[in-house]
């Protein structure tokens, strides 16, 4: 497995591969791996010649404020992971390889970004969907995966990517859950034991809501359904339950589905996301 450090080594490794006709498979991270980011991996590994893993803490995707100075880093074992996985190259960058002084560019998803996590995350996927770009052109992939868990960055990446023509297919993996329906995060190492014990009932929150989406239950309905379902877990405090269309993420009159019903909520100082999508034909 190469681990390469700079935007060249990574462009001609990349480059060669493609002359081969090999096609390239990405995986962007920002490390502390888990199964959820292993699942992409492995899925990159079924349908790609050569699987590249990017690792960067990414810093213009944190607020000030937020969590980027405690974000878990683990570096080594990262990369014994992605060795065992069957990665071909890991492109892990410094920050100054990555932001040169005097960078002008941010790339600016319009509407989707104003949503959902958008209000309480000012800047948050002007980060994302920039170094999201900057990725894309330093590995050149033609497949690159994404995790339904962040819903909303995989439908910000996918319409960068159209709106940019970027020559990439995005592809949303779905979510990894523990055993008691827990989302995997790299952000559940925070909580404490009580808190841990308390997390499964946002999933299980969001399934009341799913419930009521899928016998043609209205936006606000399936909202109100979540918001009373999580009332009985008082350690969580709700920041948004949002019932959308999962394509534009944006709010019609119409009931029932398809709907995605996104809800981040704190655990103590912990703040956890999770979604499920109701599709039309979804079981009543
Ligand atoms: O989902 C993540 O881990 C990050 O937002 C990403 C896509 C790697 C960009 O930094």
């Known amino acids: 497995m190469h681990v390469a450090r700079t935007i060249i080594e990574t462009r001609v490794a990349i480059g060669a591969t493609h002359w081969a006709g090999d096609t390239v498979g990405l995986v962007p991270t920002m490390g502390a791996l888990h199964e959820g980011h292993l699942s992409l991996v492995r899925r990159a590994r079924e349908e790609c010649d050569f699987v590249v893993l990017t690792v960067f803490v990414n810093p213009t995707q944190f607020a000030p404020g937020e969590d980027y100075a405690q974000y878990p880093r683990a570096e080594e074992r990262d990369l014994a992971l992605a060795e065992a996985e069957g990665v071909d190259l890991v492109f892990a960058p410094s920050t100054e390889e990555m932001y040169p002084e005097g960078a002008l560019t941010t790339v600016h998803v319009d509407e989707l970004t104003e949503v959902m996590c958008g209000p309480s995350r000012p800047g948050h996927f002007d980060g994302v969907a920039t170094v999201v770009a900057k990725l894309f052109s330093i590995t050149m992939p033609n497949r690159a995966y994404f995790g339904e868990k962040d819903f909303q960055q995989l439908q910000v990446i996918r319409r960068m990517a159209r709106d ?49 989406a899928s016998r043609g239950g209205r936006a606000e309905e399936v909202e109100e359904t979540v918001r009373a379902a999580l009332a009985s877990e008082p350690r969580f405090q709700l920041q948004y339950v949002e019932a959308r269309r999962p394509d534009t993420l944006q709010r019609d009159d119409l009931p029932g589905p398809p709907l995605v019903i996104a809800a981040a909520a704190y655990l103590g100082t912990t703040r956890l996301i999770d979604n499920v999508v109701v599709e039309k034909d979804s079981p009543r």
């Open 164 to 212: 940019l023509d970027l020559p990439v297919e995005i592809v949303g993996c779905p979510t990894v859950r523990e055993p008691d329906g827990l989302a995997i995060s790299s952000r559940n190492a925070y909580l404490s034991a009580e808190d841990r014990r308390a997390a499964p009932a946002l999933y299980r929150a969001l399934l009341a809501g799913a419930g009521v």
